[in-house]
Nanobody
Framework: QVQLVESGGDLVQPGGSLRLSCVAS????????MYWYRQAPGKQRELVAW???????NYADSVKGRFTIFRDTDEKTVYLQMNSLKPEDTAVYYC?????????WGQGTQVTVSS
């Protein structure tokens, strides 16, 4: 059974940094693209960043230049390095992957950016 487990969310001041982690189990990790989504209160879930199996990366315009997605194949972990955080980055962040046509979500990790 595939599991995606996020960690690293916290309360941080504007301008600060956080690194989120998503550990994937029971899959050939390097084969699949991995995604980070977020959902703020009262808003729809939005795609933040993704990384392909080949290591190509893409970002939402709102985070481009501030966030970096990368993966460690040996550790089966995808990371989201978030710098220059803004209050509007406050959300629950989710790891996501489509594996063998099934959609898998992590449980989410809360990021709060506030002074």
């Amino acid at each position: 059974q595939v599991q995606l487990v996020e960690s690293g969310g916290d309360l941080v001041q504007p301008g600060g940094s956080l690194r989120l982690s998503c550990v994937a189990s029971m899959i050939t990790f390097s084969t699949y693209a991995m995604y980070w989504y977020r959902q703020a209160p009262g808003k729809q879930r939005e795609l933040v960043a993704w990384i392909t199996s080949g290591g190509g990366t893409n970002y939402a315009d709102s985070v481009k230049g501030r966030f970096t997605i990368f993966r460690d194949t040996d550790e089966k972990t995808v990371y989201l390095q978030m710098n220059s955080l803004k209050p509007e980055d406050t959300a629950v962040y989710y790891c996501y992957a489509i594996i063998n046509d099934f959609h898998h979500w992590g449980q989410g990790t809360q990021v709060t950016v506030s002074s």
